[in-house]
Structure formats: C-alpha cells, structure tokens
C-alpha cells in the first residue's frame, strides 16, 4: 500500500486548500483514513478521520474549517481546508489504517501547506 498526497501550497489567511490522498492498490474500502500534521520539532497530531461509509471526527482546532471526505470508487481522500491561518502552516499526512489488521497502518509522504498572514 502507498499513499500520495498532493494539493499543498503557498496560500494566505483566510485563503483555502484542498489536499487530496491517493491509495494504491485495492480494497480502499478497508482503511479507516486520517489527515495529520506536524510543525517541526512538535508531535504530529491528529485532524480529522473517516471510515468506510463516511462517518467522520474532528479535532477541535479545526471543526468548522476543514472537510474530509472520501471517494471509495477512486481510492482518495480529500481534505477541504477553509478559513486557514498561520497557525495552520505544517506539513500534512494522509493515513490508513486496515480496519480488521489495526497494526497496519501506512503514512504517506507529506505535503506542506504554508499560510502567510
């Protein structure tokens, strides 16, 4: 399995962003899917997932803001990112995770998102 996500940028506040995540291989049904992201030197933390028939959470810092939202026929993950800030500007990372095998998981490459004020 591989991830590949595409979409990040340069983009100034109140601006938005949509990032999206490619799975290869088949069988996307199976993988819970999450966005991330990580500022240098801190945890990489956790926004927003979404299992096979849709349902979806959200971290606090970005209820209202971001959307995630999946297409099963085209094996992607989207993340709809509104109203950003500066305080968005990281690096983001698609996940999945096989749903009946917890342990695996996979992580895609990263894309940085930088918002300007």
């Known amino acids: 399995v591989q991830l590949a996500e595409s979409g990040g940028g340069l983009v100034q506040a109140g601006g938005s962003l949509r990032l999206s995540c490619v799975l290869s291989g088949n069988l996307f049904s199976i993988y819970i899917m999450r966005w991330y992201r990580q500022v240098p030197g801190k945890q990489r933390d956790l926004l927003a997932d979404i299992n096979f028939v849709g349902a979806v959470n959200y971290a606090d810092s970005v209820k209202g803001r971001f959307t995630i939202s999946r297409d099963n026929a085209k094996n992607t993950v989207s993340l709809q990112m509104d109203n950003l800030q500066p305080e968005d500007t990281a690096v983001y990372y698609c996940?999945?995770?096989?749903?009946?095998?917890?342990?695996?998981?996979?992580w895609g490459q990263g894309t940085a998102v930088t918002v300007s004020s």
């Open positions: 996940n999945a995770q096989n749903r009946y095998t917890p342990s695996r998981d996979y």
